[in-house]
């Protein structure tokens, strides 16, 4: 992606209100050659005695990236599963109501922050920028497993593809909040990468996947990313799960937020954007009943930080979050299409949600692709008149009904 003059700032505006799907601003947009790590590790603020800081566990320098393709057979991998058979699940997921024994891959403890205080690197300064972005990611267990993220500089509108620069990569397995050097990946330039997980390689890219030996076990994970340089950062979660595992899946913008509007405006003023009523404790209770979240927004990619911060602070329960991945975002077919292949990345490995969230035509085009029943297909106050999509004025509505539900974990 070539840089992005000043002189589009007016336009650059324009495009934030992408973030829903009306005429405003904001939108769903959504290596390397590994080398040996130098033991360098240390915590982010010394004078802390926060173990979670404390020296590497392990290192590795297995894996591969963009560089070195004819040594590591990087350019022949792909993203394909290799543990289920696309399309299929384990369980049908709208007929799940536990009572004998927890279902498989049910969230059945309290879903790990992964806040722990990231590690730094020798000689790290300030970050240049704070747009870079990780790609969070269910695999399914035996699925080939990857770390993906972009990394850009100069910040909003430029937002720069950093290419060829190495990547320091670190591990928190299992959030327990020990961090082990996982490996470096150097960025890529535009194209020079296979898409991955059905991530195009639109430079900037990491791509480094997880050896044998650093297999992540079923649970929640966090890796976090430096850039050397310009030391900018990504966090990335990655949830193990197995196929059949049950999720549910919402949109942001005007489902969650109060309005499609509000993170456009809220970006320019450096605020977070204002939650529905009832709608964190709403899929906090589904969260509670062993349902794991995602949320899927046709937001811009660069906008991957702030929906983390949106999630967090408004109090909704920790989950996998997707933007799509471009500057712009989508809105109308664009976005439908985008949450359609979503969905079916999804299937592919086996994974159904079964409850859907949005507040859209272009959401209830899309949730139509994953067949779930109508009654799960929640819309905010808007009316599904082609797919008979179910109806809500306020999240309160959904509380009694939720609390009722089965406990997926047989407590």
Request: aromatic fraction near 8%; charged fraction near 25%.
């Amino acid at each position: 992606m070539r840089a992005r003059p000043a002189a589009l700032f007016s336009s650059c505006l324009a495009l934030l209100l992408g973030c829903g799907e009306d005429t405003r601003p904001g939108g769903d947009t959504d290596g390397a050659a590994q080398t040996s790590v130098e033991s360098g590790l240390t915590p982010a603020d010394p004078s802390t005695d926060d173990p979670t800081t404390g020296a590497p566990t392990s290192t590795s320098t297995e894996g591969t990236g963009t560089a070195g393709q004819d040594s590591t057979g990087m350019s022949s991998e792909t993203s394909e599963a290799t543990a289920t058979d696309p399309g299929t699940t384990t369980t049908d997921p709208t007929e799940t109501t536990g009572g004998a024994g927890p279902v498989p891959g049910a969230l059945c403890e309290p879903i790990p922050q992964c806040d722990a205080a990231p590690p730094t690197i020798p000689g790290q300064g300030a970050p240049e920028s704070d747009l870079s972005r990780g790609r969070d990611m269910f695999y399914v267990e035996g699925e080939e497993q990857w770390v993906i993220a972009k990394f850009t500089k100069w910040g909003f509108p430029a937002d720069k593809d950093i290419e060829g620069s190495a990547v320091h990569l670190f591990l928190d397995r299992g959030c327990a909040g020990e961090w082990e050097e996982l490996g470096i990946a150097i960025t890529t330039a535009e194209g020079e990468h296979a898409p991955v997980q059905g991530v195009d390689d639109s430079g900037g890219r990491v791509y480094y996947k997880i050896s044998q030996s650093d297999e992540l076990e079923p649970g929640r994970h966090r890796v976090h990313g430096v850039v050397e340089e310009f030391w900018n950062t990504v966090d990335i979660i990655i949830d193990v799960v197995p196929a059949g595992a049950p999720i549910f899946v919402s949109d942001v913008d005007g489902t969650l937020t109060t309005s499609e509007n509000e993170e456009a405006w809220d970006f320019l003023l450096g605020d977070i954007p204002e939650a529905n009523p009832f709608a964190p404790e709403a899929l906090s209770l589904l969260a509670s009943k062993g349902y794991r979240p995602m949320y899927l927004t046709a937001r811009p990619e660069w906008l991957d930080r702030r929906t983390r911060e949106f999630v967090a602070l408004r109090g909704f329960p920790a989950g996998i979050i997707h933007t799509t991945l471009t500057y712009t975002g989508g809105m109308g077919d664009t976005a439908a299409a985008y949450k359609s292949g979503e969905f079916q990345l999804l299937k592919d490995k086996g994974l159904v949600p079964t409850w859907l969230f949005g507040n859209k035509d272009s959401d209830a085009e899309a949730f139509e692709s994953t067949m779930i029943p109508t009654d799960h297909r929640v819309l905010f106050q808007f009316t599904d008149a082609v797919h008979g999509a179910r109806r809500i004025e306020s999240y309160q509505e959904l509380l009694a009904e939720f609390e009722a539900l089965p406990d997926l974990c047989d407590r």
